[in-house]
């Protein structure tokens, strides 16, 4: 039985009558541009996210990239951030006239290292970028510490409503950074039907700042009192968004059972080293991401048995050919570079069924002859 590593058209069978609802209630008003859904959108992820203001925009990266312009990251800046995360971390960064400084990572969450991060702080160093990886939250109390009172984004393009207990209290992705960014690309586990993303404050001034900086750099037509951009979150897209958001703590929950169970099926299995979870936090599983030394065996092995897979992410990003300039060399972030050597994430998704689930299990087993 082949499985896919991502099924959205069993996700979709799901809600179908729910999106075709939302989708023509906004063709029937004929809105499409910052209509009612965007709101209401905007609201519900504020709430979600126990943050004061949410903002919608085009895409997780335009959010990094509007993030970092509402702090005044600009030329001659440095940002901290991770290499071994998705290309829009450091892309964003890049594309302000910033210059990314990366450090390595932990090897157990894969997320960016505090201790590291602390000791990359400089003059020049303007702001802290953290990943929630694979959907649990970063460290936030420590790299805020460590960022020594700079601003921290939280890139949570892969954690909305991931959480984690810090101080005894139950915080949320995005609620203790400086500015928390989403993606609703449409493999999250909040995804749209296209593009879109959103960043979310506690900070009224900043609030003020993205809200011109997404529609050319003023809130009254016609007036700009910064220069900003086009990057306004679809109509379509935030209606199918807030419909879909009510089963999002569902599929949530479902993913974690469905690691529960991989973790179970490979306990016996010591070539396997399944995800590490932090005690703090509450992971949503975007990813189920194992190690394995035979990575690429093990690959080759799936994908002759029909068995869905991904490398999130192969290259480190200080590796990457465009980043060259920053005058980065192999060796010299040994764990995000053995990261990228032996991680493979498998399926995880809501609608997986136990056969299927006993079908990716006996596939890796068997290539490791148990």
């Known amino acids: 039985m082949p499985v ?6 069993a996700q979709h069978a799901t809600i179908r009558e ?35 203001y949410a903002i919608g925009c085009a895409n997780g990266t335009d959010a990094l990239l509007l993030a970092l312009r509402a702090l005044n990251v600009g030329r001659d800046d440095e940002v901290v951030t991770t290499p071994f995360t998705f290309f829009a971390t450091a892309g964003a960064i890049h594309n302000v006239g910033a210059k990314p400084v990366f450090v390595d990572i932990d090897p157990r969450t894969f997320n960016i290292a505090p201790d590291a991060v602390a000791a990359a702080v400089g003059g020049r160093t303007k702001a802290v970028i953290a990943v929630d990886l694979f959907g649990q939250m970063a460290a936030i109390e420590q ?27 139950q915080v949320m992705a995005g609620e203790a950074a400086t500015i928390g960014t989403f993606s609703f690309f449409p493999s999250k586990n909040l995804g749209a039907y296209g593009d879109g993303g959103m960043m979310v404050t506690q900070d009224e001034a900043l609030y003020e700042t993205l809200m011109k900086l997404r529609v050319h750099g003023g809130r009254r037509t016609y007036f700009h009192e910064i220069v900003g951009y086009n990057s306004r979150l679809d109509t379509l897209q935030a209606a199918v968004l807030h419909a879909k958001l009510p089963y999002l703590e569902t599929w949530s929950g ?8 991989y973790d179970a099926a490979f306990s016996d299995v010591p070539e396997v080293t399944v995800p590490y979870i932090d005690p703090a936090n509450t992971s949503i ?24 897979n991904s490398v999130y992410y192969p290259l480190p990003l ?13 060796g010299q972030f040994p764990e995000s570079e053995r990261a990228a050597k032996e991680v493979l994430s498998l ?9 299927q689930l006993d079908e990716v299990i006996a596939a890796v087993r068997t290539y490791f002859g148990r």
């Open 18 to 52: 729910d999106m075709v609802a939302a989708l023509m209630a906004v063709v029937d008003q004929q809105s499409f541009i910052l209509g009612d859904a965007v709101g209401q959108l905007e609201c519900s992820v504020a709430g979600l996210s126990q943050t004061k």
């Open 143 to 169: 790299l805020t510490a460590a960022a020594k009172g700079l601003p921290v984004i939280e890139d949570a393009a892969q954690s909305i409503g991931a959480r984690r207990v810090i101080n005894g209290s």
């Open 254 to 261: 479902a993913r974690r059972k469905n690691a529960a169970y």
């Open 285 to 308: 599983y975007n990813q189920y991401t194992i190690r394995v030394a035979a990575r690429d065996g093990l690959q080759a092995h799936l994908k002759l048995a029909g068995i869905g």
């Open 347 to 355: 399926p995880v998704y809501p609608e997986l069924t136990t056969a």
């Open 318 to 330: 200080h590796l990457q050919p465009c980043f060259a300039y920053l005058g980065y060399s192999d």
């Open 4 to 9: 896919p590593l991502l099924d959205l058209k």
